[in-house]
């Protein structure tokens, strides 16, 4: 299973759920923001190395605890990555019974649709802002053109009342409140899941809820 987790605009906290995400469904984290990327990198090969035919996608992948992919962040490296390898470097980085979950570029960029274009299922992330709502629709609407179901949308940084109820209206799915934790924030920076430091929190309890709407359901 892949799972992409898009956002219709930076800075609504798309990275770190997408690394949160990923600890709790035991999933390989992916950087695919090309141009802008935020997972830790560390030595060794990226997708920019895979995506350009130069390392294989389990030469570059990483452990730790959440297996990563990242993403190199230099402007050479992002000009010779060809987006349209993705699914053939998803596909050879995952074994048996593994999943997936990708990071994507944020707003309407051109590279922004390939990781959607490979998702078996899109995660969106939407500010609790009302204004920001129209944001999250144009992704919601970039998802169904590429044939990524949309299975939940987080409702991200949310410091009192989320306009849940609006949102899913909106956007036609359940949409998780997650709350503005700072063990959330530093999470992708300290590479310590929210799920591992806080396994009672309000925000592993979100986390945890997004990863059941993910998850494929099983047939009666």
Same mark, same amino acid.
């Given at each position: 299973?892949?799972?992409?987790?898009?956002?219709?605009?930076?800075?609504?906290?798309?990275?770190?759920?997408?690394?949160?995400?990923?600890?709790?469904?035991?999933?390989?984290?992916?950087?695919?923001?090309?141009?802008?990327? +935020?997972?830790?990198?560390?030595?060794?090969?990226?997708?920019? +190395?895979?995506?350009?035919?130069?390392?294989?996608?389990?030469?570059?992948?990483?452990?730790?605890?959440?297996?990563?992919?990242?993403?190199?962040?230099?402007?050479?490296?992002?000009?010779?990555?060809?987006?349209?390898?993705?699914?053939?470097?998803?596909?050879?980085?995952?074994?048996?019974?593994?999943?997936?979950?990708?990071?994507?570029?944020?707003?309407?960029?051109?590279?922004?649709?390939?990781?959607?274009?490979?998702?078996?299922?899109?995660?969106?992330?939407?500010?609790?802002?009302?204004?920001?709502?129209?944001?999250?629709?144009?992704?919601?609407?970039?998802?169904?053109?590429?044939?990524?179901?949309?299975?939940?949308?987080?409702?991200?940084?949310?410091?009192? +009342?989320?306009?849940?109820?609006?949102?899913?209206?909106?956007?036609?799915?359940?949409?998780?409140?997650?709350?503005? +934790?700072?063990?959330?924030?530093?999470?992708?920076?300290?590479?310590?899941?929210?799920?591992?430091?806080?396994?009672?929190?309000?925000?592993?309890?979100?986390?945890?809820?997004?990863?059941?709407?993910?998850?494929?359901?099983?047939?009666?």
């Amino acid at each position: 299973m892949i799972v992409a987790v898009a956002g219709g605009k930076g800075g609504v906290g798309k990275t770190t759920l997408a690394y949160n995400l990923a600890a709790a469904l035991d999933a390989v984290a992916v950087d695919a923001d090309l141009g802008m990327a +935020d997972l830790p990198r560390g030595r060794g090969p990226t997708l920019h +190395d895979v995506l350009a035919d130069r390392a294989t996608a389990t030469e570059a992948r990483r452990g730790g605890p959440v297996d990563l992919l990242p993403c190199g962040r230099s402007l050479a490296g992002a000009r010779a990555a060809d987006p349209g390898r993705l699914d053939d470097a998803l596909a050879a980085l995952l074994g048996p019974g593994e999943h997936a979950v990708v990071d994507c570029p944020p707003g309407m960029r051109a590279d922004a649709g390939a990781p959607l274009a490979v998702a078996d299922r899109a995660v969106v992330v939407a500010s609790p802002r009302r204004f920001a709502l129209a944001d999250a629709v144009r992704t919601r609407a970039l998802a169904r053109a590429l044939d990524a179901p949309l299975a939940a949308v987080a409702c991200n940084r949310v410091d009192d +009342d989320a306009p849940t109820d609006a949102v899913e209206r909106a956007l036609g799915a359940p949409t998780v409140a997650v709350p503005a +934790d700072p063990r959330l924030g530093r999470s992708v920076e300290r590479e310590a899941p929210v799920t591992e430091t806080a396994p009672e929190s309000a925000a592993t309890r979100a986390v945890r809820a997004l990863a059941r709407l993910v998850q494929p359901r099983r047939s009666t």
